[in-house]
């Protein structure tokens, strides 16, 4: 079957200019969309929903359960893989007119700008999307919005690093004292470090990834990889990683530690959205709309380790306030643009 690649769908798409993290290149949204009664029983009638997503498996059975509990006889079918996965499976399946997916999830905003140029995402705006997400995380045209956002941070190992010795920043990593002490991961396998890597690219130059890989950092594949080999003792620092796998490894007593740059910490989105050709459309349209609830929202926090964007959900105590936190910008249209250039780049400064 034929591997389905950002060149692949744009191809044969229509060139459309794109600004700003979640540009329009359609039309105006729809009217935001209650949860009704009529929505309700259709969705019973349909019977379940399937979630292609890349959060991890024990978080998305906890919102799949929630949402189960609160709409009982509409089952949820996570299907869990990496966000590359997910991308290309979608891909896979529509080229062969499979339809079996009804919302997706990426940890890779940059997905959705395809999907959205090839026509596949259909428009649908929760109501608390529309009252209470700010412009620059929902589409214009209403295809997708941010159900996640967390952050791509510095770490340490605080049996291995003093407090006083750790690297605040980005520039701190290019000291020799850490040669053979960093890990990072690979911006070709994962979404989150393709998007944290075009923003520090972008604001800080290649320059800095050239001096970077002068320190023999080990190279790993997931985000959520540099947070393991730090609680392992295999690295003493992490040069990037999953801000929530950080959340979680502390809070179970791990000695890790968080450092926030003073650069600026890259920021990653994860958008949820429904497709066209849904198999079960009321039931995605409930499941949607469940995901961005304050119930689902808080769930995400607290199981998982996410910000989110929601107003009426509560930081978890002894987290940074997301507010406090200088954030670089994401731009997934520029990431979806240039991701081929950037693997190629890193992969010729790393050796890998």
């Avoid at 996965?85 to 997905?111: C, K, L, M, P």
């Avoid at 995380?137 to 952050?151: E, I, M, Y």
């Amino acid at each position: 079957m034929t591997q389905f690649s950002r060149r692949d769908v744009l191809r044969g798409s229509t060139a459309l200019a794109a600004s700003g993290a979640f540009a329009s290149v359609t039309s105006a949204a729809p009217p935001a969309s209650a949860v009704t009664p009529q929505l309700i029983e259709a969705a019973k009638k349909e019977g379940r929903v399937v979630y292609y997503t890349s959060i991890d498996l024990p978080v998305a059975e906890r919102i799949a359960k929630a949402f189960e509990a609160t709409y009982p006889g509409i089952a949820v079918r996570v299907e869990r893989t990496g966000a590359e996965r997910v991308f290309q499976r979608i891909g896979q399946e529509y080229t062969s007119r499979i339809y079996s997916v009804d919302v997706v999830n990426s940890s890779d905003a940059a997905h959705f700008v395809v999907w959205k140029r090839e026509g596949m995402l259909e428009p649908y705006v929760p109501e608390d999307v529309a009252k209470y997400y700010p412009a620059e995380h929902k589409d214009p045209d209403g295809t997708f919005a941010s159900f996640r956002v967390w952050l791509c941070v510095i770490g340490y190992n605080a049996n291995m690093v003093k407090a006083e010795e750790a690297p605040a920043s980005y520039a701190d990593l290019l000291d020799p004292k850490w040669m053979n002490k960093i890990v990072k991961a690979h911006p070709g396998y994962s979404g989150t470090i393709m998007t944290a890597t075009y923003q520090m690219a972008r604001d800080l130059g290649w320059d800095y990834f050239e001096k970077l890989a002068k320190q023999k950092v080990m190279q790993v594949q997931s985000s959520a990889d540099p947070p393991k080999k730090l609680a392992l003792g295999e690295r003493a620092v992490m040069a990037d990683g999953n801000e929530y796998n950080m959340f979680i490894e502390k809070e179970k007593g791990t000695p890790l530690e968080i450092v926030y740059a003073s650069e600026g910490s890259p920021l990653i989105v994860g958008p949820n959205g429904l497709f066209k050709n849904a198999p079960n459309p009321n039931a995605a349209r409930l499941f949607q709309s469940f995901c961005f609830s304050p119930q689902a929202q808080q769930l995400s926090i607290d199981a998982g380790g996410l910000r989110s964007l929601h107003p009426q959900t509560k930081e978890k105590p002894g987290r940074k306030p997301f507010g406090e936190i200088k954030k670089m910008k994401d731009d997934p249209a520029e990431v979806e643009r240039t991701s081929a250039d950037i693997k190629a780049h890193y992969s010729k400064l790393f050796g890998v």
